[in-house]
């Protein structure tokens, strides 16, 4: 696959999410809205999108294999975060100065409603049901080892990563796995695939809208910028890459790493650097620095992954 062909999956959601900016910044999209948008989104649209890509796909039909990719979802993030704060006394940022904010934050890529239209756009629907099974390790590790970093691993909330999504996702597979995908009505198929397609925009245009309440809210530290695009976007690449070429897994799961591999910080990272007492400037500067850097390094990254993996379309 060339550039210019992952360059035109990649490029659509970037201007979606300048659409959502740009909305933003016009007032359009106040604040206001965001809450009822995000609601909506997590426990109406999303659990639909979960059941119509889970539920008879047949690149979920290996448990073993499911097992294997949630928990890689888990490992892969909880290595990442930790190799970022291993590096930070290097880049100058200090204990109670941001280190583990900045080891949070660009540890854990964007693995949903960006990476979701990119993944379908390369490989197709039915890779996003195996992307959700990546998906349930990564919550596990984002409310364990992510937050347990900013309040100490005792009091992390992992009760939390239990959230709309995820039970989705666990119902999704039950479903699946008790043969209920052939006896699904054709309708209820279109209402779902109907209701779970307006998730993924309506998403990626709020997290334009976030980027942009975010690009000027804290000063500028080069070396924070630099040393986050260095990391998320050119060095932990190939951490991914070395695990689809070590491990034992499907050429499913290695596509998913394809585009994981290039994703920018996620955007929810703010969040949990304001709710649970970390150095929200050094969030707002990891996910607009990374998202920014993204736009230009996610195809080649994707291309680099794909041909190293033997990943074909």
Not at 1 to 27: D, E, H, K, Q, W
Not at 174 to 189: D, N
Not at 289 to 308: N, Q, R
């Amino acid at each position: 696959m060339n550039y210019s062909t992952i360059l035109l999956a990649t490029l659509p959601v970037y201007l979606t999410m300048m659409v959502g900016a740009g909305a933003r910044r016009i007032g359009w999209m106040p604040r206001e809205a965001d809450f009822g948008i995000m609601n909506l989104a997590v426990r109406v649209l999303f659990p639909c999108l979960a059941f119509e890509r889970i539920v008879g796909n047949p690149a979920l039909n290996n448990g073993g294999q499911v097992l294997l990719n949630a928990t890689l979802g888990f490992v892969m993030v909880a290595a990442s975060m930790g190799l970022c704060y291993l590096v930070t006394p290097l880049i100058g940022i200090k204990k109670g100065e941001g280190a583990r904010t900045f080891a949070l934050c660009t540890g854990l890529q964007n693995y949903g409603f960006v990476a979701i239209p990119v993944t379908e756009a390369l490989f197709g629907k039915p890779l996003i049901g195996v992307l959700f099974t990546y998906t349930l390790g990564v919550e596990l590790a984002m409310w364990t080892v992510g937050v347990g970093l900013l309040t100490g691993f005792s009091k992390a909330p992992w009760r939390h990563a239990i959230n709309p999504p995820v039970i989705s996702i666990l119902a999704s597979l039950v479903l699946h796995y008790a043969g209920v995908g052939p006896h699904v009505p054709e309708m209820i198929h279109v209402l779902l695939g109907q209701l779970g397609a307006c998730a993924i925009p309506l998403c990626v245009i709020l997290i334009g809208g976030t980027i942009m309440d975010l690009i000027g809210e804290e000063r500028f530290k080069l070396n924070v910028a630099v040393a986050t695009s260095v990391l998320r976007m050119f060095l932990l690449p190939f951490l991914f890459i070395a695990v689809g070429l070590w491990m034992p897994l499907s050429a499913e799961m290695k596509q998913v790493l394809c585009v994981q591999a290039a994703m920018p910080a996620a955007v929810f990272t703010v969040v949990l650097a304001r709710h649970y007492g970390g150095h929200p400037a050094t969030a707002v500067l990891v996910i607009v620095a990374t998202t920014v850097v993204s736009i230009f390094t996610a195809p080649f990254a994707i291309g680099l992954a794909m041909k190293w993996l033997a990943v074909r379309q």
